[in-house]
């Protein structure tokens, strides 16, 4: 295991970056932080209840570090962004349990099969370059019966928002954005990665207010069958 925080590859060398944003990187860093009032009770609501190792896939500058309940024996945080990843570094120094945060991408997760009790993804599969790939890896590392935890943006608003986000993705949102995309179904995802869907619930950030294209937000979680699953596409 590496120390917590630690963030070089095998080698002690730091790795090649997957995914370069540096400008938006910093951007989301400020935005997330001052956005943090409102999505703070979302990120408890989150995490609430876990235990066990606990892998968490795009963890950005770490905000939910600090929300991990006391019960979590350990968080593999994968960020691919090197900006990111290092204020998530730091982050992890000032957690109350174990984070480990790691380089690495959703459709190519650097650890072993079925090592997880839980996988969470919090605002990033609208980013994920490979969707049914990235699921799939999360599948594969978790255990059976492990459970998946999203906070995730989509579609909907209504019909006009639906026009604007399906403008908006393919025009300038991905560009200015990080690769993000308003107008995906995350539910239907993982729905079709074979997931089991549980408890969700469709909700809007802010709650009141102006309505954004990223607005439009679900909560809930799912697992991983019992029986076994087909790994990933050159899954290990």
């Given at each position: ?89 730091t982050a992890a120094m000032r957690s ?141």
């Open positions: 295991m590496r120390p917590r925080g630690h963030s070089t590859d095998r080698t002690g060398a730091l790795p090649a970056d997957p995914v370069h944003h540096p400008v938006f990187a910093r951007f989301y860093a400020r935005l997330s932080v001052a956005a943090e009032p409102t999505i703070g009770v979302h990120r408890d609501e989150l995490l609430a209840g876990l235990s066990g190792r606990v892998i968490e896939i795009g963890a950005g500058n770490g905000l939910n570090f600090a929300h991990y309940p006391s019960t979590v024996s350990e968080v593999v945080a994968i960020e691919p962004e090197r900006g990111l990843r290092r204020l998530a570094v109350d349990v174990p984070v480990d945060v790691v380089p690495g991408v959703a459709e190519a997760l650097p650890v072993k099969s079925e090592a997880f009790d839980a996988a969470v993804v919090s605002l990033v599969l609208c980013s994920v370059r490979d969707l049914p790939r990235a699921l799939a890896e999360i599948r594969r590392v978790l255990r059976p019966g492990g459970e998946l935890r999203f906070f995730e943006h989509g579609a909907g608003g209504g019909r006009a928002m639906a026009l604007c986000q399906r403008a908006l993705d393919r025009t300038v949102w991905p560009l200015f954005f990080g690769g993000c995309h308003v107008a995906g179904d995350p539910v239907g995802a993982i729905r079709d990665a074979g997931y089991e869907l549980g408890p969700h619930r469709r909700l809007s950030v802010p709650e009141k207010g102006l309505r954004t294209p990223s607005s439009y937000c679900v909560l809930g979680t799912a697992r991983r069958p019992d029986s076994a699953a087909p790994d990933a596409p050159g899954a290990r």
